[in-house]
Nanobody, 121 residues
């Protein structure tokens, strides 16, 4: 059984910062890409940022220059440092990881339960 658990969400004023963390645990053999998605009320879930096991990153245009993704491979963790937050960043943020449970190299997507980020004016 694999679990992804997010932490670090909360309420912050516009211009403030938050750091999200996500820990993957369970019978994990290997993790390839890890990432963060978000879903605002009435909107579709969207990719915020992702990072490969080699450290290559990509970001949504709306967060470039403000958010930084990183990961600790030895700890099976991924982080999202969010600076200069805006009200439009308000959403539930979900952690995602491609995880293989065996050496066969078949990766499946796992999701965390989500953490609320609210940015006030």
């Amino acid at each position: 059984q694999v679990q992804l658990v997010e932490s670090g969400g909360g309420l912050v004023q516009a211009g403030g910062s938050l750091r999200l963390s996500c820990a993957a645990s369970g019978s994990i053999f290997s993790i390839n890409a890890m990432g963060w998605y978000r879903q605002a009320p009435g909107k579709q879930r969207e990719l915020v940022s992702a990072i490969t096991s080699a450290g290559r990153t990509n970001y949504a245009d709306s967060v470039k220059g403000r958010f930084t993704i990183s990961r600790a491979n030895a700890k099976n963790m991924v982080y999202l440092q969010m600076n200069s937050l805006k009200p439009e960043d308000t959403a539930v943020y979900y952690c995602n990881a491609g995880i293989s449970l065996t050496s066969l190299g078949r990766f499946e997507a796992y999701w965390g339960q989500g953490t609320q980020v609210t940015v006030s004016e």
